[in-house]
């Protein structure tokens, strides 16, 4: 069993932190995609496969969302 909390984010949703040991059991990294199922006993989580190439694809796009600016000044200095 795993615990966590709800954190509070700016615009008033939330955002749950799933233990790193979670992540590693269920093979899940960072940008992957699950299911919330609610239940009359709870929730169910439930990860969403997709082939590798999407998995690449929805990772990448995480670490362009996160590195955005530093990304564009670096396009910037190579186009010279």
């Known amino acids: ?5 709800i954190h509070g984010l ?3 949703s939330g955002a749950v932190l799933l233990p790193r040991e979670m992540l590693d059991s269920l093979n899940l990294q960072v940008g992957d995609e699950f299911q919330i ?3 009359d006993d709870g929730l169910i989580l ?3 496969r ?6 690449q694809m929805n990772a ?3 670490v362009m ?3 955005e600016a ?3 000044k670096l396009a910037t200095v190579a186009n010279g």
């Open 60 to 62: 990448a796009r995480v």
């Open 46 to 48: 439930r990860p969403v």
């Open 65 to 67: 969302d996160k590195y």
């Open 1 to 5: 069993m795993f615990k966590t909390i």
């Open 37 to 39: 199922i609610e239940t």
């Open 70 to 72: 530093e990304l564009r």
């Open 10 to 12: 700016e615009d008033g």
């Open 50 to 55: 997709h082939d590798n190439r999407q998995r």
